[in-house]
Nanobody
Framework: QVQLVESGGGLVQAGGSLRLSCAASGSISRINANGWYRQAPGKQRELVTTITSGGSTVYADSVKGRFTISRDNAKNTVYLQMNSLKPEDTAVYYC?????????WGKGTLVTVSS
């Protein structure tokens, strides 16, 4: 089992920045990838970015060049640096952790970008 707790969400003006954190606990050694997803009001949940244990990353086209995923293995924490935020980035952001057996989800953190 893996437990994930997100933090760092909040209200920010368009053009601003936020850094989300995702602290993992439990069977950390079994994690082979992490990701961030988001769900805007009235919309389906969508992939934002992923990072493998080897450091390979993938980004949604809508966030390329603005968002950066990173991980601190010593702290068992994954980060999402979000710059040049837009109102359309408003959503609940969820952290995920993949093992060979399952995908684990955090409870989410709300990001609101005002225009």
């Amino acid at each position: 089992q893996v437990q994930l707790v997100e933090s760092g969400g909040g209200l920010v003006q368009a053009g601003g920045s936020l850094r989300l954190s995702c602290a993992a606990s439990g069977s950390i050694s079994r994690i082979n990838a992490n990701g961030w997803y988001r769900q805007a009001p009235g919309k389906q949940r969508e992939l934002v970015t992923t990072i493998t244990s080897g450091g390979s990353t993938v980004y949604a086209d809508s966030v390329k060049g603005r968002f950066t995923i990173s991980r601190d293995n010593a702290k068992n924490t994954v980060y999402l640096q979000m710059n040049s935020l837009k109102p359309e980035d408003t959503a609940v952001y969820y952290c995920t952790a993949n093992t060979w057996a399952a995908v684990y989800w955090g409870k989410g953190t709300l990001v609101t970008v005002s225009s």
